[in-house]
């Protein structure tokens, strides 16, 4: 590896990309950390891992390979055997004949390339990939069902992982084989949850197959395979994980909820669990809900100037009824949290009735609804009520009942903040319309509406810079003042840093003030188009243009604009 660094930093060198004395620092520092040149190289801002594999390739005459996209070929493996390829550090890719395709990160390494031709009696085709990105797909191409839990589990120290008991009726049955915390099953649940966590996932998937059960981790909206455990394995994790979350874990053929919560390092992590009969199984899927992810920080959302300078005039009103739409895992309810937090102060009763309870904050009185127990989110509403509230965030309007609550509680000096599903601000309207709501209480109680999106953040690492022709961008949606002031486009590439191209995802809000030309529209019954022309006459950002804006900035691309937005 050290003679490899050293043609590497000649290479980088050459390019004016490092200067010697920076390139030996940086050398040493890769050697006594033990990582990786191209990683330390990645790590401080020399080069991205694309233009290294780029650099590389040009120099060794060899073609490039990402190997992020590649689907894993279990019959090629077969071919190199698991320790010569772990040794070694390459990855076999195709296999035609006698001719086998192998990702390399050294392709300078003459005798390395030598070995392995004996080794597997096969000639040898190299392309060229980065160390990082090999060892991470050796990882998971090598899991087999004899193995694969013992090395998942090798090394894993689960010391800062513990469960907590949040309450509730205890199994009566003796199931130590997976409630001991030395078992390999809690512990390798342990990993998984753990695992997920570090990665900042969203959502845990393990799904049973006829052979096989794979774990998905949802990382920035996009699921991705984490890792592939045994079949043998399924019915244990699936108990282990109904007995953290206080299920029947003997009642197999019905759909059931729960939840649990874990302590990892410093922090509780809650998570919400459901349990989903399938052909194979049980379906698991995990809701990881941390709180310290929550930016509470109102303006640290990222909104357009005119989405935050409405959404905090509807905060700073004494009543009324502020409204976020959007469809599940829009954001709407980061939104609204971060809205109570700025709200609340030690002057203010502010409750929340949700079903469930996502985030836990201090100083605020939160209702979990218990619809078995008779507690629908209107009883609660009706009770919170006679509590004396100031300011009520409902986690959803689901039903007419609800609405009529929520839209009295808002003329009689409330503050309300709920949710509902609807493609944009102007159609909310028209839904509540549609709901049973006469217009002119829908006019009088409303004082905000926010259509709300999530679109995914462009990797800084890898993005690539866009030129459009003039004519792609107006049809786009640009305008020509748009067109006529500088832009930076990008397009995803993809990393081993990144999810295929994106890192991190931020929020997109269409915020409708209604204002009184619109109260009177609305009382009036206009059509939908004409209540919509008129909030953007007032200068409404739609959903589309707030992400054309964000995509000009060079946060995002334009093919997950118009993924996530509807055209104009």
């Known amino acids: 590896m050290n003679q490899f660094g050293k043609k590497l930093r000649g290479i980088l060198e050459k390019v004016g990309k490092l200067d010697a004395a920076t390139g030996e620092a940086l050398l040493a520092e890769a050697a006594s950390q033990r990582r990786p040149f191209t990683e330390i190289l990645v790590k401080k801002g020399v080069a991205t891992e694309q233009e290294l594999i780029a650099l ?21 493996i077969e071919a190199v055997p698991r320790d010569v390829a772990k040794d070694y550090g390459i990855f076999p890719i195709d296999r035609i004949g006698n001719i086998i395709t192998v990702a390399i990160a050294n392709p300078f390494d003459i005798l390395k390339l030598d070995d392995i031709r004996i080794i597997t009696g096969c000639q040898l085709r190299p ?4 160390a990082e990105e090999i060892e991470r797909i050796l990882g998971r191409a090598y899991q087999t069902d004899k193995d694969s839990v013992g090395d998942i589990l090798q090394s894993f120290d689960d010391g800062d992982l513990e469960l907590k008991d949040t309450g509730g009726d205890e199994e009566s049955t003796d199931m130590s084989a997976i409630n001991d915390e030395e078992s390999p099953v809690v512990k390798l649940v342990n990993k998984i949850i753990l695992d997920a966590c570090n990665a900042g996932a969203s959502d845990i998937h393990i799904e049973p197959f006829e052979k096989r059960v794979i774990v998905r981790y949802r990382k920035d909206g996009a699921l991705s395979e984490a890792m592939e455990l045994p079949k043998r394995m399924q019915n244990n994790i699936t108990s282990r994980i109904k007995i953290m979350a206080k299920m029947d874990i003997a009642e197999k053929r019905k759909p059931q909820d729960g939840k649990c919560q874990m302590r990892i390092g410093n922090k509780a992590i809650d998570f919400r669990i459901s349990v989903l009969p399938v052909v194979w199984g049980e379906k698991t899927v995990m809701r990881i809900l941390d709180s310290s992810n929550l930016a509470l920080d109102i303006k640290s959302l990222g909104f357009e100037e005119r989405s935050m300078e409405d959404y905090l005039w509807a905060c700073a009103q004494p009543y009324g009824m502020i409204l976020v739409t959007g469809p599940t895992g829009s954001g709407k ?13 030690p002057d203010i009763n502010l409750v929340t009735v949700e079903d469930p309870v996502e985030y836990t904050i201090e100083g605020i009185n939160q209702v979990p609804v218990n619809p078995k127990g008779g507690l629908t989110f ?47 601000a102007p159609s909310t309207i028209t839904r509540m319309v549609d709901m049973g709501m006469d217009p002119f209480m829908v006019a009088s109680s409303t004082l905000l ?26 049809r786009l949606g640009y305008t020509e003042k748009d067109i006529s002031q500088p832009m930076e486009l990008y397009g995803p590439v993809g990393c081993s840093r990144c999810t295929g191209g994106y890192k991190g995802r931020f929020a997109i809000l269409e915020t409708m003030r209604m204002t009184e030309p619109i109260r009177r529209m609305v009382v009036e019954r206009a059509h939908l188009a004409d209540i919509k022309k008129q909030a953007l006459s007032e200068g409404m950002l739609t959903l589309r243009r707030c992400g054309l804006l964000n995509a000009g900035r060079g946060r995002t691309s334009l093919e997950e604009v118009e993924s996530v937005t509807m055209a104009d």
């Open 333 to 345: 309810s980061t939104t609204l949290y971060s809205a109570v937090r700025h709200i609340a102060s």
């Open 449 to 474: 509406i926010a259509a709300q999106r999530l679109g995914r953040k462009l990797c800084p690492h890898c993005k690539k810079k866009l030129d459009l022709p003039k004519d792609v961008l107006v």
């Open 127 to 130: 392309v060229v990939s980065t």
């Open 378 to 424: 209107a009883a609660a509403l009706r009770s919170i009520l006679r509590q004396d509230p100031d300011v009520v965030l409902l986690g959803e309007i689901r039903d007419q009942e609800t609405l009529e609550i929520a839209v009295k509680a808002a003329l009689t000096g409330h503050l309300v903040l709920s949710t509902l599903h609807t493609n944009d």
């Open 56 to 76: 590389i390739s040009k120099a060794a005459n060899i073609p490039p390979i990402d190997l992020g996209k590649l689907t894993v070929n279990k019959e090629v």
